[in-house]
């Protein structure tokens, strides 16, 4: 008998993406202060630029998540194991689930005091002037994949 994930979404924007961003953002274990903390950062980003946060959430997720994504390979030779990455294209789901992770680990990095500065400050960086941590991160994972490019069957467009 097969099990099915269920994803809960969260209370206000029924969102998975945004329960997903709680969970993992949620790294104490006080899952209520984080859910208090992003909803006042969107209450926020809606009073200042009167837009839908979780349009602007959606559209930040769009903009850091990766194309392509590596494959780890273990090659045995004799005495030692060689680890070979090959790059290749990842579903939707899983460009999502690292987009979230790169956010959550960027907004942790940050040097504000407060976490809803910390949050805020990252999503004006993606919003308005596209740079910060997570295009840092996409960059780099980017050009680690073109390093690798070994793979014959991946078609690269650049």
Same mark, same amino acid.
């Given at each position: 008998?097969?099990?099915?994930? /269920?994803?809960?979404?969260?209370?206000v924007?029924?969102? /998975?993406?945004?329960? !997903?961003?709680?969970?993992?953002?949620?790294?104490?274990?006080?899952?209520?202060?984080?859910?208090?903390? /992003?909803?006042?950062?969107?209450?926020?980003?809606?009073?200042?630029? +009167?837009?839908?946060?979780?349009?602007?959430?959606?559209?930040?997720?769009?903009?850091?998540?990766?194309?392509?994504?590596?494959?780890?390979? !273990?090659?045995?030779? @004799?005495?030692?194991?060689?680890?070979?990455?090959?790059p290749? =294209?990842?579903? &939707?789901?899983?460009?999502?689930?690292?987009?979230?992770?790169?956010?959550? @680990?960027?907004? #942790?990095?940050?040097?504000?005091?407060?976490?809803? +500065?910390? /949050?805020?400050? &990252? =999503?004006?960086a993606?919003?308005?002037? +596209?740079?910060?941590?997570?295009?840092?991160?996409?960059?780099?994972?980017?050009?680690?994949?073109?390093?690798?490019?070994?793979?014959? #069957? =991946?078609?690269?467009?650049?």
């Amino acid at each position: 008998m097969s099990r099915s994930l /269920i994803l809960k979404t969260d209370s206000v924007y029924d969102s /998975i993406w945004i329960s !997903k961003f709680i969970n993992q953002w949620s790294f104490t274990g006080k899952k209520f202060q984080v859910e208090k903390t /992003i909803y006042q950062c969107f209450f926020i980003i809606k009073k200042l630029l +009167n837009q839908n946060p979780f349009y602007l959430f959606s559209e930040i997720i769009e903009k850091i998540r990766p194309m392509v994504g590596l494959r780890l390979y !273990k090659k045995k030779k @004799r005495k030692f194991t060689k680890i070979t990455a090959n790059p290749g =294209f990842i579903s &939707e789901y899983m460009q999502h689930q690292k987009g979230i992770f790169w956010l959550a @680990r960027a907004i #942790k990095m940050r040097k504000e005091r407060y976490w809803s +500065n910390r /949050i805020l400050q &990252e =999503f004006y960086a993606i919003i308005f002037f +596209n740079n910060g941590n997570t295009f840092k991160k996409k960059k780099e994972y980017y050009h680690y994949a073109v390093k690798f490019k070994t793979a014959k #069957k =991946f078609k690269w467009k650049i």
